[in-house]
């Protein structure tokens, strides 16, 4: 319990830092918020009453502080750039769309990286293993835009599977949103499953080279009940590690697949307000992902912790 303490402060505090650290990065940059939200066609005495409604007037340390208290109420502010509007209504109305984006991919790579390490462990440097080899150094050197745009051009134009550019709002059609979302998964899911599946495998090799498991075929256990008995178990390790890097790279790092294949989610969100130089959901889209990084290896940590007893150990000794 202690560990798992330190590690959710430890978390609070990085936290706080890229807080500070999105927030002077942006109280620094060239530019005056004011004039970019009035435009050009405001007279100096109208500029000056508009900077003083913003707080601009005001020192750095000050706005930061009534920005951080309204960020964590849930209210960081409104957007610059979208007519005022407030920018926790703009998550809220792009995060379901990104967070299922995110959840089908982790599923779709759990589903494609668990079955091939599996098929690769009866017997090493087969035709088995050579392929799924293959496959792995296919994907993890392919980028998921690249991925995306041969999936529009063949599933799209081709066989005519779905439309491109074509999105379907979830509140309209979940179904048919679920389906809009398929392949933009698939090519987030296929570069991150080849990593996976490569870690994995090579745990999996591992563990069987290990004592116990010659221990155990000493004594007249099958192989199935030690790969999922024992190795199994063991192998995820490292294996979960690497997941949650997976993990946070995928609801952070979605942004250039919802461009590509015209997904009203975060990311496109993101994009849309840092060419439009709108700070305030900048940075609250900048601390999002950052809680989204930080959530996941946190989380990553823990289940480790839970799974294999010697860490505990260790952490209570110490």
């Given at each position: 319990?202690?560990?798992?303490?330190?590690?959710?402060?430890?978390?609070?505090?990085?936290?706080?830092?890229?807080?500070?650290?999105?927030?002077?990065?942006?109280?620094?940059?060239?530019?005056?918020?004011?004039?970019?939200?009035?435009?050009?066609?405001?007279?100096?005495?109208?500029?000056?009453?508009?900077?003083?409604?913003?707080?601009?007037?005001?020192?750095?340390?000050?706005?930061?502080?009534?920005?951080?208290?309204?960020?964590?109420?849930?209210?960081?502010?409104?957007?610059?750039?979208?007519?005022?509007?407030?920018?926790?209504?703009?998550?809220?109305?792009?995060?379901?769309?990104?967070?299922?984006?995110?959840?089908?991919?982790?599923?779709?790579?759990?589903?494609?990286?668990?079955?091939?390490?599996?098929?690769?462990?009866?017997?090493?440097?087969?035709?088995?293993?050579?392929?799924?080899?293959?496959?792995?150094?296919?994907?993890?050197?392919?980028?998921?835009?690249?991925?995306?745009?041969?999936?529009?051009?063949?599933?799209?134009?081709?066989?005519?599977?779905?439309?491109?550019?074509?999105?379907?709002?979830?509140?309209?059609?979940?179904?048919?949103?679920?389906?809009?979302?398929?392949?933009?998964?698939?090519?987030?899911?296929?570069?991150?499953?080849?990593?996976?599946?490569?870690?994995?495998?090579?745990?999996?090799?591992?563990?069987?080279?290990s004592d116990y498991v010659r221990t155990a075929k000493s004594k007249g256990a099958g192989r199935l009940y030690i790969m999922y008995r024992h190795v199994l178990k063991n192998a995820c390790l490292p294996a979960v590690t690497v997941f949650g890097m997976i993990i946070a790279e995928v609801f952070s790092g979605s942004?250039?697949?919802?461009?590509?294949?015209?997904?009203?989610?975060?990311?496109?969100?993101?994009?849309?307000?840092?060419?439009?130089?709108?700070?305030?959901?900048?940075?609250?889209l900048m601390v999002y992902i950052a809680f989204i990084v930080v959530f996941a290896n946190t989380l990553a940590d823990i289940v480790i912790m839970i799974l294999d007893p010697r860490i505990k150990q260790t952490r209570e000794i110490q």
């Amino acid at each position: 319990m202690a560990y798992i303490l330190r590690r959710i402060l430890v978390a609070v505090i990085t936290l706080f830092l890229v807080s500070i650290l999105c927030f002077l990065t942006f109280s620094v940059i060239r530019g005056d918020p004011a004039s970019t939200l009035g435009g050009i066609w405001l007279s100096p005495e109208q500029l000056a009453e508009l900077r003083e409604e913003m707080g601009l007037n005001r020192n750095v340390f000050s706005r930061y502080f009534d920005w951080l208290s309204g960020f964590i109420s849930g209210n960081p502010g409104n957007s610059y750039s979208f007519r005022g509007e407030a920018i926790s209504s703009l998550i809220a109305e792009r995060l379901p769309v990104s967070f299922t984006l995110a959840l089908l991919s982790l599923f779709l790579i759990l589903l494609i990286s668990i079955p091939l390490s599996l098929l690769t462990v009866k017997k090493e440097g087969n035709i088995t293993d050579n392929t799924v080899n293959f496959l792995t150094a296919a994907g993890i050197s392919t980028p998921g835009f690249f991925l995306g745009l041969l999936f529009i051009f063949i599933f799209g134009f081709i066989f005519r599977l779905f439309v491109p550019g074509n999105f379907i709002d979830y509140r309209e059609n979940f179904f048919g949103f679920l389906g809009c979302l398929f392949f933009p998964a698939l090519a987030i899911a296929i570069p991150n499953a080849a990593i996976l599946t490569k870690f994995l495998r090579s745990s999996l090799f591992q563990e069987l080279q290990s004592d116990y498991v010659r221990t155990a075929k000493s004594k007249g256990a099958g192989r199935l009940y030690i790969m999922y008995r024992h190795v199994l178990k063991n192998a995820c390790l490292p294996a979960v590690t690497v997941f949650g890097m997976i993990i946070a790279e995928v609801f952070s790092g979605s942004i250039i697949i919802e461009q590509v294949f015209s997904i009203l989610g975060i990311g496109r969100l993101l994009i849309a307000a840092i060419s439009s130089r709108d700070y305030p959901l900048i940075q609250a889209l900048m601390v999002y992902i950052a809680f989204i990084v930080v959530f996941a290896n946190t989380l990553a940590d823990i289940v480790i912790m839970i799974l294999d007893p010697r860490i505990k150990q260790t952490r209570e000794i110490q």
